[in-house]
């Protein structure tokens, strides 16, 4: 089975004050806010990755979500299931405007794989 590839990736880390972290990746490193999503914000760190920090917990217990950006989500969910790992998903989430599946690494690390509605 040919993997359906990505198209670019995304960190995802909690921040406590979400306002005085968007200060720091976004004045002090000057980081490019590419999508304001009100709890999260996605600044661009090359063309195609991003760091995205939010003010709410994921569900990993480290607070960090490796996001990986693909049209195909539900060849990538497919492909996941063919593989015999456990896929949440694929579904819509109309608050952050995206379409996603979530899998854990072998070391239980989240990894979610997206489609913006509206590309980044």
Known sequence: MCAPGFDSQITFVYAEDLARSA???????GLELAR????C???????????????H???D???VIITLVSDD?????DRLRAADIEVDGPHANDR???????VHDPDGH??????????L
Do not use: S
């Open 23 to 29: 200060a720091f990746y976004g004045e002090v490193l």
């Open 41 to 55: 914000r996605i600044y661009r760190v090359r063309p195609d990755a991003y760091l995205g920090v939010c003010n």
């Open 36 to 39: 304001d999503q009100g709890a």
């Open 96 to 102: 952050f405007e995206l379409y996603h599946c979530f």
């Open 110 to 119: 989240l990894v979610e794989i997206q489609r913006f509605d509206q590309p």
């Open 61 to 63: 217990p480290g607070g």
């Open 73 to 77: 989500v539900d060849g990538w969910a």
């Open 57 to 59: 917990r994921t569900p």
